[in-house]
């Protein structure tokens, strides 16, 4: 898949054809390093996604894009795990849907112990309440 020559060429003329509308967009009144700004980070989101193609099954693929809807924060910690690892090493096959889970299961644990969605509840203490009636008495 990574390895198709044809689809080499199109992320290229992609990745170029974005690189000159950066250029386009910034090319006026000294707006050239804010251009070059932002076509090095389109590259460097292009590289991510290229190399999360080539980590992830498409099913894994699939349900991380699906969660990145939903929970933004997840996803993104998820991807930079993933591509840590493969960077490392410590990635031999690709990842699939329940290895994926299980990544997934783990940014959940580290994010809720950090104490974000515990909700507590202080009730007040009350006074004794004595059992006369004498306030009710008219």
Known sequence: MADDPELAAIRAARLQQLQQQGAGVGGGGGGGAGGQDAAAAQAAEESKRQDLARILEPAARERLSRISLVRPEHAERVKDMLLRMARAGQIRQRVSEEQLVGLLDQVANATSSA??????????????VDDEDSDFDI
Request: net charge positive.
């Open 115 to 128: 104490g974000s969605g515990k909700i507590t509840f202080t009730r007040k203490s009350r006074p004794q």
